[in-house]
């Protein structure tokens, strides 16, 4: 019975990431039906050069399936995400020469994300380069630290791993 439910929601889930891929930029990118400047691709996952780098290797992860961000993806996916970006963080260091790599992965409008299919972009850096990914460090108090550490606390089963 468990088994014939996770079957009926996979396959949901299947239908409703098709119907997205008709409308889905990175979609048709990472399934091959738009060229791109591909450097690695596996059954999974796609590796471009962003078409406007913010420096020399600029590079985008991108999963074949379509997930808007991080909270719509898979477990498979979860899984391999972080080790594949960190075996082409070395091809990029070894490639390129850069002195740094930033992993950068926006979720939502509010933190800068344009395209809704979640990729992540791997920024080479190299020393005395221009680009600058930062933010402005404001002090806190420590009523305000401890208020906003209560809110995330009161979250249910924090630190346990999501349930799927
Ligand atoms: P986001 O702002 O969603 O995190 O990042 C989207 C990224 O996709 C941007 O860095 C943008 O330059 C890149 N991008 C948008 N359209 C295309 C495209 O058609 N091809 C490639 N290779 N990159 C794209
Ligand atoms: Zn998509």
Redesign the pocket.
């Known amino acids: 019975m468990i088994e014939a439910l996770t079957i009926t929601q996979k396959r949901k889930d299947k239908e409703k990431r098709m119907m997205k891929k008709e409308n889905c ?1 990175f979609c048709k ?1 990472a399934n091959g039906e738009i060229p ?1 400047h591909t450097l690695y691709e596996d059954e999974y996952f796609r590796a ?5 780098p913010a420096t020399k290797g600029h590079t ?1 992860l991108l999963s074949k399936d379509h997930f808007q961000d991080l909270f719509d993806l898979d477990r498979r996916i979860e899984k391999k995400i972080l080790p594949l970006a960190k075996v082409l963080g070395e091809y990029l260091k070894q490639s390129l020469d850069c002195n740094g790599i930033h992993l950068v992965q ?1 979720n939502g409008k509010a933190a ?4 809704f299919h979640f ?1 992540m ?1 791997l920024i080479p850096r190299y020393e005395g380069d221009e680009e600058m990914i930062t933010w402005n460090p404001k002090p806190v108090d420590e009523e305000e630290l401890a208020d906003v550490l209560k809110k995330i606390k009161e979250v249910k089963n924090i630190g346990q791993e999501p349930r799927r």
Request: no cysteine.
């Open positions: 930029l990118i791109s471009i050069l962003d078409v406007n985008l926006n800068g994300q344009t395209v990729h972009h």
